[in-house]
């Protein structure tokens, strides 16, 4: 049991570094952000009025695509702001609404 | 494919159909009412149109290329370039001088074995399958009409409406000596903002240049169709740098009533093809890539297809156009395009540069559509912020 239960552990920790891998690759992509890689990108980093500097017009583009590519639905409110802090928010999100 | 088909009209949406037709082995016979083809409007071709071209053997190679459009406002002014699309096929597209065009379009049709009769049609029994001209009864397991904005089967048939919302004229003629201004590039589409509507300067080369206005209803231009294009051009700085010492070479041909649509594109013995089922506006030059796209999609259709899935694609991509010239038409295009470049973004340029290459039938391209559905938004937020958010601080 306790190893089943640590191969989970550890199949959800991958999980959610590919997931987070897939969000960086697509927000530079999307956004067609210049010299920026994907492996640049922190997973605690924000995203908004940070390092990044994207804006909420860019956040709209993000979440048309987000929602296309991992079949999520984001929200449009508040939660809007939390969920896309950064992109291991991000991530989290999709992993708890797909 | 074993029928006999009868399409009026003999432009580029009848004769790519009949081609496509006759490469099914259908047997196609084009009627045309006008023998030696004008100087029409619809001149300036989409990127997303090569895909016909090329399938259909046009050689190009006699027009001028055209690599992007610039839109322009008092002084304002912003070029978009077709390389900028998102996952572009084809880069470039070009005018054409469609008395040239139209004949070359006949030329491809005969060699694919489509008969072509000069006549004008008189009457119709679509249950008959008989066409009556004046050269006599022509008869067909289908009538077609691709015979342009007069929508006549459409009309006969009690299929046309016309448009609610969108009741534009249009004057048109061609001028010499038109030059390239600013930010212009040779080939360059160029359409000029007014308060009445919009000026199009569309060039050829050599200084050769079709150019009209299509304003609004109830706009301040009025009198002849000379004093409405000049009127026109008298409120556009961006018009005047450009056909400045430029002389008209055309008669003035006028147009009014175009946007319409057909309740449907087809019935057991008949389609509707072009413009001849559905017109919008000619702001974003969607006209002969709609009739063309269609031509090519109705014959695989008749052709063991399905015409309901035909005539759905067929209004789903006209959809999309339809959405930005409503965005145009309410200031929403000018405004987001207009955007500083320094504050502009890369992916809104390229949602607009793939709309404007007439890329609405590719249901792998998101952003065009995606583009035509969030431009209001993103033009409130302009409007709102004077640019872009990050631009002033406001994320």
């Keep these: 049991m306790l190893v089943l239960g640590l191969w989970l552990i550890e199949h959800a920790r991958e999980a959610s570094v590919e997931l987070r891998s897939a969000v960086k690759e697509l927000i530079v992509r999307v956004l067609q952000l210049e010299g920026v890689r994907p492996e640049d ?32 639905k984001m929200p449009e409110d508040e939660t809007a702001r939390q969920a896309f802090a950064s992109v291991a928010s991000i991530a989290a999100y999709i992993e708890a609404h797909r | 494919m074993n029928a006999d088909v009868v399409i009026l009209g003999a432009g580029p949406t009848g004769c790519a159909l009949g081609t496509y037709l006759r490469r099914r082995g259908a047997s196609v016979t084009l009627v045309e009412a006008v023998e030696r083809p004008e100087s029409v409007v619809g001149e300036s071709m989409l990127p997303c149109s090569s895909l016909v071209f090329e399938e259909c053997g046009l050689d190009m190679s006699r027009y001028m290329v055209k690599h992007g459009a610039v839109f322009c406002r008092n002084g304002e002014g912003v070029r978009f370039d077709f390389s900028e699309a998102e996952a572009p096929q084809w880069t470039y597209a070009w005018q054409v001088q469609r008395e040239v065009f139209d004949l070359q379009w006949r030329e491809v049709a005969r060699q694919a074995g489509c008969r072509l009769v000069f006549a004008k049609a008189l009457d119709v029994d679509v249950d008959q399958g008989r066409l009556s001209t004046s050269e006599g009864d022509l008869f067909g397991d289908r009538i077609i009409d691709a015979g342009g904005r007069q929508m006549w089967l459409s009309s006969k048939l009690r299929l046309r409406a016309g448009d609610q919302n969108l009741r534009n004229s249009a004057v048109g003629t061609r001028y010499s000596g ?19 509507g919009w000026i199009w300067i569309i060039p050829f080369g050599g200084g050769l240049a079709s150019v009209g206005v299509v304003m609004t209803p109830n706009c301040a231009l009025k009198g002849t169709s000379e004093e409405r294009l000049l009127g026109a051009i008298a409120m556009s700085p961006d018009a005047q740098a450009r056909l400045d010492g430029a002389t008209r070479v055309l008669p003035h041909r006028g147009l009014q009533d175009f946007t319409a649509t057909s309740s449907t594109f087809y019935g057991d013995k008949f389609a509707l093809c072009g413009d001849a089922a559905t017109f919008i506006d000619p702001v974003f030059s969607s006209g002969v890539l709609l009739g063309l796209h269609g031509a090519r999609g109705l014959a695989a259709a008749l052709d063991g297809g399905d015409l309901a899935a035909w005539e759905n694609e067929y209004r789903e991509g006209a959809s999309v156009f339809r959405k930005v010239i409503d965005h145009w038409y309410a200031d929403d295009f000018m405004t987001l395009a207009l955007v500083p470049a320094q504050y502009q973004k890369p992916y809104i340029r390229r949602g607009i540069v793939s709309l404007l290459a007439g890329d609405v039938f590719d249901p792998a391209k998101k952003s065009p559509r995606s583009m035509a559905d969030r431009m209001p938004h993103l033009a409130a937020l302009v409007r709102t912020h004077g640019l872009l958010p990050s631009a002033d601080g406001h994320a």
Excluded at chain 1, 44 to 52: A, E, K, S, T
Excluded at chain 2, 179 to 190: R, Y
């Design chain 1, 41 to 72: 990108i922190e997973d605690q980093g924000r995203l908004f009025g940070g390092g990044l500097g994207l804006d909420s017009v860019d956040a709209l583009e993000l979440a048309i695509h987000i929602e296309e590519q991992f079949k999520v």
């Design chain 2, 178 to 196: 038109v030059k390239s201004v600013g930010i212009d590039q040779p080939g360059d589409i160029t359409i000029c903002s007014i308060p009445a």
